[in-house]
C-alpha cells in the first residue's frame, strides 16, 4: 500500500467510522454510538495514559511530569485529552483533516484548550520544537515499515534531553489469516452494508528499531509486551544525552 493509499485510506475510515478506526470493536461503529459508549471509548484512553505515566515512573524517572508532550497520529483525540490534562501544552499531529476536526471538537466538548493540532503526514516532524513526552499508540502498525521506520527516526529528536519517548510497533501476526479469508471478510461486510476501507498491518523487525534507537544516541529503553490480535511492543526510552540550549 502507498503511501498516499494509506493516507486516503484513513481519511475515507475518518469520515465514515472515526471511533471504530481506532478502537475495532462494534459498539464504537457509528450506528452503535451512545453517550455511554463515546465515554467508555475516552476511558480507555484514560486508563492507557495512566498506564503510560505508572510505566514511566516505575521503570525510568520516578519523577517524570512533562510539561510538553506530542501525539502522533492523534486521531480523534482519545489519549491527546488525558496526555492535555497531565501536560501544560500537547500537539497532535494527524495526516487526516476530519480526524483533526473531531479531535478539536471532542477538546472544545471536554474543556481542553492546551492542545495544538498539526496537520501533516510525518515527513515535516523536523520543524517541531522538541517536548518532554513523544507518544504514539497503534498506529505505526498501518504503516509500511519503511515509511514507519523513517518516521521513527524523524520522532526521536523531538525527545528533549531527560524526556521520554513512547512509540508502539508490531512485529507478529498471533493468528495467520489466508489471504482467501481476508478476502471473504470483506465481502461479507460488503453484502451486510457495512463496508470501509480497511487499513492493512504491518509488522516491524525489532532489531532494526532497536539499532535506529541506539544509533540516534538512546542508552536506556524498556519495553512492554501487547497483544491485540497482533504481538508487538511499547517501546519506553529515554533521551539521556546532554543538549546544551535545548530549553
Known amino acids: 500500500m502507498s503511501t498516499d493509499h494509506q493516507d486516503r485510506t484513513w481519511e475515507i475510515l475518518a469520515r465514515q467510522e472515526p471511533y471504530w478506526a481506532v478502537d475495532t470493536r462494534e459498539k464504537f461503529r457509528g450506528q452503535n454510538l451512545t453517550d455511554h459508549t463515546v465515554r467508555e471509548f475516552f476511558q480507555t484512553g484514560v486508563d492507557h495514559v495512566d498506564f503510560v505515566f505508572e510505566t514511566i515512573r516505575r521503570r525510568l524517572d520516578p519523577h517524570f511530569a512533562p510539561r510538553s508532550a506530542l501525539d502522533f497520529d492523534c486521531g480523534v483525540g482519545r489519549l491527546l485529552i488525558p496526555l492535555a490534562r497531565r501536560c501544560?501544552?500537547?500537539?497532535?499531529?494527524?495526516?487526516?483533516?476530519?480526524?483533526?476536526?473531531?479531535?478539536?471538537?471532542?477538546?472544545?466538548?471536554?474543556?481542553?484548550?492546551?492542545?495544538?493540532?498539526?496537520?501533516?503526514?510525518?515527513?515535516?516532524?523536523?520543524?517541531?520544537?522538541?517536548?518532554?513526552?513523544?507518544?504514539?499508540?497503534?498506529?505505526?502498525?498501518?504503516?509500511?515499515?519503511?515509511?514507519?521506520?523513517?518516521?521513527?527516526?524523524?520522532?526521536?529528536?523531538?525527545?528533549?534531553?531527560?524526556?521520554?519517548?513512547?512509540?508502539?510497533?508490531?512485529?507478529?501476526?498471533?493468528?495467520?489469516?489466508?489471504?482467501?479469508?481476508?478476502?471473504?471478510?470483506?465481502?461479507?461486510?460488503?453484502?451486510?452494508?457495512?463496508?470501509?476501507p480497511v487499513m492493512e498491518m504491518k509488522v516491524y523487525n525489532l532489531n532494526r528499531l532497536v539499532a535506529i534507537l541506539q544509533e540516534q544516541g538512546i542508552r536506556r529503553l524498556y519495553v512492554e509486551m501487547t497483544d491485540h490480535d497482533f504481538y508487538g511492543v511499547l517501546l519506553f526510552f529515554q533521551n539521556t544525552s546532554t543538549s546544551e540550549g535545548e530549553a
Open 88 to 196: 501544560e501544552c500537547v500537539i497532535g499531529v494527524d495526516v487526516s483533516e476530519t480526524m483533526l476536526q473531531e479531535a478539536q471538537n471532542n477538546c472544545e466538548r471536554q474543556g481542553i484548550s492546551n492542545v495544538r493540532l498539526i496537520k501533516s503526514d510525518g515527513s515535516d516532524l523536523a520543524t517541531l520544537s522538541p517536548v518532554d513526552l513523544v507518544h504514539s499508540f497503534i498506529v505505526f502498525q498501518h504503516l509500511s515499515p519503511q515509511r514507519g521506520e523513517a518516521i521513527f527516526r524523524r520522532l526521536i529528536p523531538l525527545v528533549k534531553t531527560k524526556g521520554i519517548g513512547v512509540l508502539h510497533f508490531t512485529y507478529m501476526p498471533k493468528h495467520r489469516r489466508s489471504a482467501l479469508r481476508r478476502l471473504l471478510a470483506r465481502v461479507i461486510r460488503r453484502i451486510k452494508g457495512r463496508f470501509v
